[in-house]
């Protein structure tokens, strides 16, 4: 069974503030997915990796896939509150696509 | 946006009757799968599809089976509702692998 283990599972900070959100596995995937789910909506896709040392930056957000194609993180640059939300990790396991728990942020102004 | 719908949004049942939740996409996509999302653990993939009536199991899928007998229609059923399958309930499909899953709105099932 591949699994995703995110951390941590909540983090609350204030406006401004940094923060970065883990995503490790003792499987290799072929690609890792971020996404981010509001109250009462689906997931939305923020970004994939596919290379080992891949890093990709969507405005304040920056996402890096480990050289081994086994973790992800997501830093967050002066997070604001439009930041809150659910952010999921998934990993591409050829047919079947495998989430993490995820991480419930909450900024507050 | 990509076209994926289910349906019933909203549902509640009795405990041991059987329950069908519908998925259906327009985009063409392969792959489709059915989550469950409940408190502290995520999304858990229940069942997915990788193409019309080639499916697998994930993992957490006992007391659920599904069928897809077109591309574009993926149909969860439980066979005899029980009150820890009360959950919300999402579909996704996407294309090809490392593509970007589509979601659709969620189901929320309560078993009474």
């Known amino acids: 069974t591949q699994l995703l283990e995110q951390s941590p599972q909540f983090l609350s900070i204030q406006e401004g503030e940094n923060l970065t959100v883990y995503c490790n596995s003792s499987?290799?995937?072929?690609?890792l997915q971020w996404y981010r789910q509001e109250p009462g909506e689906g997931p939305v896709l923020l970004v994939t990796?596919?290379?080992?040392?891949e890093v990709k930056k969507l405005k304040r957000l920056t996402f890096q896939f480990g050289d081994a194609r086994k973790d992800s993180s997501l830093h967050i640059t002066a997070a604001q509150p439009g930041d809150t939300g659910l952010y999921l990790c998934a990993g591409d396991a050829g047919t079947a696509l495998i989430f993490g728990k995820g991480t419930t942020l909450s900024v507050s102004s | 946006d990509a076209g994926i719908t289910q349906s019933p949004r909203h549902k509640v049942t009795e405990t041991g009757t059987p329950v069908t939740l519908r998925c259906h996409q327009t985009e063409n996509h392969r792959y489709m799968y059915w989550y469950r999302q409940d408190p502290g653990h995520g999304l858990r993939l229940i069942h997915y599809?990788?193409?019309?009536?080639?499916?697998d199991k994930g993992e957490v899928s006992d007391g659920y089976s599904v069928s897809r007998s077109k591309t574009e229609d993926f149909l969860l059923t439980l066979e005899s509702a029980t009150s820890s399958q009360t959950s919300v309930y999402f579909c996704?499909?996407?294309?090809?692998?490392?593509?970007?899953?589509?979601f659709g709105q969620g189901t929320r099932l309560t078993v009474v």
């Open positions: 990796v596919v290379t080992g040392g």
């Open positions: 599809s990788y193409g019309v009536k080639d499916t």
């Open positions: 499987s290799v995937f072929s690609s």
């Open positions: 996704a499909s996407k294309g090809t692998s490392g593509a970007e899953a589509f």
